[in-house]
């Protein structure tokens, strides 16, 4: 066939097609219309019988609809604009990165938020993103500095998840009563410190060291914004390790990393299972942050303690269990856990290697209550022993709250204090619940009182008749708190 041939077909083809659409057109003239009209009264019933408003401006139906742009390519014809899904994809995004936002914001890190939707790459002028912008820099400029000066410092031991074993009246439920405390009692603790306003702060956001211009350095004070009415406060736990002798006795037997990145507990159950949960305070206090984002300052958490002597974290990594045949196995995974610990928020300290009285003796006359010699040697392995595990760390919790010094400003001259800023140590902190905070600064230090919310002073507070000698009252009603199921009276049992 010649290509004369080819286009005379071809010619006819168009004439037979156009005859047959002309024949066709006013019937579909006609379904046009009707569709149109029952259309129209499909949408004036959804609009003012059902009460309903038509897509607003920037939904997913308005942007595919109104994205939809005529193609030159197809002489004209208006081509679809995105689909369903992909304007769905769209949303998703939008309403991801603003929950992810809003996270940030509840926390008060409002620059953080700000941050995170100007650098997304999505379209910051959508209505949604711009209401949430709005929306953080309102609260942001709403927000008061704190009084650095008024910050107190609750402390605990590992909490008692099973009363009957730790109270069973055997050799331990003394120390357990006087200064551990239960998982119902810590749990009332948040929620009452949370609706009197508290908000979760580290140690670091209190003070910190700054080098000036001539490379000297030396501690200020940080600033802290919360919104009116809030109050920071600092959290620690001392002796996360899960000593052997408390096996069996209503406590965690070690922290593991959960299948979600964070931290968790391994607890003994009565049949020999071991069961993973909120079996302490790290995972019991994830859980109150997750419900309550604004009981955390920018993320903060807890600062946790070891000791070295039977190892850390539930792992037995001190030296002498070199010949376990699971040594090594147990130090590269409390190293891990310690890191996971780190990247999730948490604060790791020093709480000596042997869980010495490093301070004065309880007669100050007597100095010093061991020798130079054997600080020296427990701060050393500490550092051999559980730094090489957890990385570096500037805090150190007195065991027993027995400080260095006196109340008195530390000096270069105290011995221990040079050894131990030698070491890096930088914040230090001791025992003092006879005031709702205490600190000092100094150039080259921060030193912090602690409050023991345990057995012996919720029972104390509880059973106090003048007011003005009730030592918790501020955070909370003692009697609110205290477990019943603790023996009676609870007296101090501390060795």
Known sequence: MSKADFRRRQARRRRHKLTMMSRHLPTFIVLLAITLLVGGGVFTLYRFVLGKQPPRPGSSVQAAVSSAQADPSSGGVTSPGPSDEDTQVIEDDVSRLIAQADRLAMGYDYDKAIDLVNSSGLDVTEARVQEALGRYEAEKAALVPADMNKITHVFFHTLI????????????????????????????????????????????????????????????????MLPEGKQPFVMSQDDVCYYPYMDGDGFASRIVIGEDGKPTCEMVMDDGTVSTGS????????????????????????????????????????????????????????????????????ELASHSWGHLQLGVARNPEDGFAISEERFRTDTDKWEAEVESLIGPTDILLYPYGNDIADW??????????????????????NVDASTPYWMQMGNNYLRMARRNL??????????????????????????????????????????
């Open 279 to 346: 079996y302490d305070l790290v995972p019991l206090l994830e859980d109150f942050i997750q419900e309550h984002p604004d009981f955390s300052y920018k993320g903060a958490r807890a600062i946790i303690a070891f000791t070295g002597y039977e190892g850390i974290l539930g792992y037995r990594t001190a030296s002498s269990y070199s010949d376990s045949p699971t040594y090594e196995a147990d130090r590269e995974q409390a190293a891990k856990v310690a890191q996971c610990l780190r990247d999730n928020g948490w």
């Open 454 to 495: 345990d057995g012996y002073r919720l029972y104390e507070d509880m059973t106090q008749t003048d007011p003005a000698k009730k030592r918790l009252s501020d955070l909370f009603d003692a009697a609110q708190i205290f477990d019943p199921a603790r023996p009676t009276p609870v007296e101090w049992s501390y060795q």
């Open 408 to 429: 008195h400003a530390y000096k270069d001259d105290n011995p221990r204090f040079q050894y131990l800023e030698s070491k890096g140590f930088r914040y230090f902190c």
């Open 161 to 224: 998840m099973d009363t009957s074993k730790a109270f069973d009246g055997d050799k331990d439920s003394g120390g357990y009563n006087s200064v551990m405390t239960t998982k119902d009692e810590f749990m009332k603790m948040l929620q009452a410190m949370y609706d009197r306003g508290y908000v979760l702060v580290r140690i670091h956001d209190i003070a910190y060291e700054e080098t000036d211009g001539n490379g000297s350095k030396r501690f200020v004070k940080g600033k802290i």
